[in-house]
């Protein structure tokens, strides 16, 4: 008895398991069988649905732009302008390469000018000053500029006496000085040219026993001449005697040393 109610409840959960098993694939092919019948739509609520829409549609696209033109004449909308263009960034006149190369030139170029200028004034090529003590040469009547005109051929001992009696001292150096040039030019040790240097002078003495004491005469000339400091009586007739003692050794000069 026991066994036969256990094999009934068996045979029913079988049962029901095939029914949830078997019953959604009825339903499907229930589905798929049944005939599909259009539904009713009511116009009316549709027509108050979609009223108010705008759809995309180029008939839309082309009634709107024509609204729009329509508007733009009659002045009654505004309508955007066209956007400026950008005009592209300028480009650099030179280029970064370009650039460096030029700043390297003008290094060098201010590197030579300054190498000409310190050359130029070691080789004597820069000309002194002028100095207003010329001017005091005027007015004591002595023209500097003429007698340096035609040195070879002046009479500079007249002048020479003539800046001494009138006690202009540094004047006198000055033309002690000419005298120097005048003695060496006329042995052909050097040839006066109005625009050059004392160094040069001095430069062209080179080889010869008079090149070191015309240096030191020639600088002992340029501290009276160019210094600010008068120079008195007692200090000229103690540097006469250096120019005097020189001028003899021109005169004296053998002229295996001529040029």
């Known amino acids: ?24 694939c009825l339903s499907a092919q229930t589905y798929l069988e049944r005939e599909v019948a259009p539904a009713e739509i009511d116009r009316e609520r549709w027509e108050s649905a979609k009223e108010g829409l705008s759809y995309p549609t180029p008939e839309n696209r082309q009634r709107r732009e024509a609204d729009e033109q329509s508007q733009s004449k009659k002045g009654g909308g505004e309508r955007e302008g066209p956007q400026p263009e950008l005009s592209p960034a300028p480009e650099p006149w030179v280029s970064g390469d370009t650039a460096a190369l030029l700043l390297r030139i003008f290094f060098w170029i201010i590197i030579a000018v300054v190498i000409a200028v310190l050359l130029r004034y070691l080789l004597g090529l820069k000309r002194p000053p002028k100095n207003t003590r010329i001017e005091r040469g005027l007015s004591s009547g002595i023209d500097l500029e003429a007698i340096e ?20 001292f540094s004047l006198a150096v000055r033309l002690y000085y000419l005298v120097l040039l005048q003695g060496l030019t006329n042995k052909k040790m050097v040839s006066w040219q109005k625009d050059k240097t004392n160094n040069q002078y001095v430069q062209e003495l080179g080889g010869t026993p008079l090149q070191q004491d015309f240096r030191s005469v020639t600088l002992l000339f340029e501290r009276v001449w160019y210094g600010d400091q008068a120079l008195d009586e007692a200090a000229f007739e103690r540097i006469t005697p250096r120019f005097q003692a020189f001028a003899q050794r021109i005169q004296d000069l053998k002229p295996d040393y001529a040029q």
């Open 149 to 168: 005109e035609d040195l070879p051929e002046a009479q500079l001992e007249d002048f020479l006496q003539q800046a001494i009696n009138n006690k202009q």
């Open 1 to 24: 008895m026991r066994q036969q109610r256990h094999s009934i409840s068996i045979n029913i959960r079988a049962v029901l398991l095939a029914m949830v098993l078997f019953s959604p």
